[in-house]
């Protein structure tokens, strides 16, 4: 998509669009994780409360389509929104923390988030190792008993380490450790969160298979969070358009998404009003298209007579034809 008086000004490229940054980042998170398995890293926009939000807005949502069975519009008919069997995908995963949160919620479909930086998988997944053994521990966030996969999902500020009692109880398992989760992946492969490494903007598509059919059918929901704002950072130029790669980034949510899916971003660095046309508008006049479907309310404020919030989040769903 072409930038027009219309369209919203591209963001000055900064360093946080190339993957060295995130490299870097994630390593350092990684070695603190190793340090203190309390430090699960950073969690974006953990001051919004925009995980707990958006599990809401999807609680709601799921909600909503169950009392509406049987009227949906045709473009959603014979699929809804469950979260028992619905296919989530992440898209630049981080440590993991939106999948977790809701996996602990319920959502019991298969669970992926992919990042392009290996950093972050390998922090994702270690992140989901320490808690698969908190919870054989019976071990939550203060070392109390804790039921369900995910305690605190906090950064690492404030992040205490491990009681001398909880440091026992490890080491007496650590020799079974590996084998519980190997066991684990074997036995109950479907019902835990995975991550694998892969490009948004590069990455096949058909990778990305929700289950085994031949054909790709796209996932049921599709999560980004603080990664279209990286994107949106990269001043890297796409040979085939002669355009910035994030203007690409649509086109890629759509071949993801099947037919009724949803798309849930959030940003800092787009407004509402923005959003939609990056999203909604600049894919107005295909085939087929994304269309939105909602918004995630937060706290707002008022500066010089104009009412914003520090964070925006938008749900857009794919109608239209696959």
């Known amino acids: 998509m072409a930038t027009t008086s219309s369209t919203p000004a591209h963001l000055e490229p900064s360093v946080l ?24 890293g950073t969690v974006w926009f953990d001051d ?13 949502r799921e909600q909503r389509e169950q009392e509406l069975q049987g009227e949906e519009e045709p473009e ?43 950093r972050s998988v390998e922090l994702a997944k270690a992140v989901g190792r320490e808690r698969r053994r908190r919870r ?26 491990p009681t001398r009692e909880e440091k026992q109880q490890e080491e007496e398992i650590n020799g079974k450790q590996d084998q519980d989760d ?11 969160v995975s991550f694998q490494v892969w490009d948004v903007l590069r990455g096949s598509i058909s990778d990305l298979n929700p289950n085994s059919s031949p054909e790709f059918p796209g996932w049921d929901l599709v999560l980004d969070k603080g990664t279209f704002d990286a994107v949106s950072l990269s001043d890297e130029i796409d ?26 971003v959030t940003s800092c660095n787009w ?11 600049s894919t107005s006049s295909s ?19 104009v009412k914003g919030q520090t964070i925006s989040t938008l749900c857009f769903e794919k109608i239209g034809g696959k």
């Open 17 to 40: 669009g190339t993957k060295e940054y995130w490299d870097k980042l994630y390593e350092k998170e990684l070695s603190n994780h190793a340090d203190n398995p309390r430090d699960e």
């Open 48 to 60: 919004s409360d925009a995980e707990a939000k958006i599990a809401g807005f999807l609680d709601e």
């Open 76 to 118: 959603r008919r014979g699929w809804r929104l469950d979260r028992s069997t619905a296919s989530v995908l992440d898209l630049g995963c981080g440590n993991g923390s939106l999948l977790f949160t809701l996996r602990d919620e319920g959502w019991t479909g298969r669970l992926l988030g992919v990042d392009y930086s290996e």
């Open 136 to 161: 054989r521990l019976g071990l939550g966030s203060d070392g109390e008993g804790e039921e369900g996969e995910g305690e605190d999902a906090g950064g690492a500020e404030g992040a205490a380490g």
């Open 182 to 192: 190997e066991q684990e992946e074997a036995d109950d492969e479907e019902a835990k």
């Open 239 to 264: 040979p085939a358009t002669g355009r910035r790669v994030f203007e690409g980034y649509a086109g890629r949510v759509l071949a993801l998404l099947r037919e009724g899916g949803l798309f849930v």
């Open 271 to 281: 407004t509402e009003a923005e959003l939609k046309v990056w999203f909604e508008e």
């Open 287 to 305: 085939t087929p298209r994304l269309r939105l479907a909602g918004r995630v309310e937060y706290p707002s404020f008022s500066f010089g007579g």
